[in-house]
């Protein structure tokens, strides 16, 4: 191989196994714009890379520390 390593995508019923997170919650943050998928499928269903799992790891670490979804929002894009 040349050395490029192809990053594995996940859908949403992987992200939602893995993580715990429920399928209501993955849309809220999804519409928020907490999280983005990296790119989509020919049928239009969101992949997302690894990055997804520490990213919802930090939103619900915020969320227990008592920053709403809108809070956790401005303080992420502040932070890119």
Do not use: W
Request: proline share 0%; hydrophobic share 35%; charged share 25%.
């Amino acid at each position: 191989g040349n050395g490029v390593k192809m990053m594995k995508l996940f859908r949403t019923g992987e992200i939602i196994r893995a993580s715990g997170l429920s399928r209501q919650m993955l849309y809220n943050y999804l519409n928020l714009g907490l999280l983005s998928e990296s790119s989509k499928t020919d049928a239009g269903h969101m992949l997302f890379d690894e990055t997804i799992f520490s990213r919802i790891h930090k939103i619900r670490d915020m969320q227990t520390r008592g920053y709403t979804l809108r809070e956790i929002s401005r303080k992420l894009m502040m932070s890119h």
